[in-house]
């Protein structure tokens, strides 16, 4: 009922203007969470990029 709330536990806070929205995954459903791209990394390889990604931040109990 209170993502915001949710994902503060995880100490992941969002500008207020970044619109979250829950979805429940079942077995014919799953849902992909795209991190936002981090500043100052405009030109790096897909290779580099790859190395930031963390589990958290696929989920989306942190941000990348």
Do not use: H
Not at 12 to 32: F, G, H, K
Request: charged share 20%.
């Amino acid at each position: 009922r209170e993502p915001r709330s949710v994902l503060a536990e995880f100490g992941v806070a969002l500008p207020d203007d970044a619109r979250i929205s829950v979805w429940d995954s079942t077995s014919e459903a799953r849902y992909m969470v795209l991190p936002i791209r981090p500043a100052g990394t405009s030109g790096m390889t897909a290779e580099e990029l790859a190395g930031l990604v963390t589990l958290n931040g696929l989920i989306g109990t942190a941000l990348v």
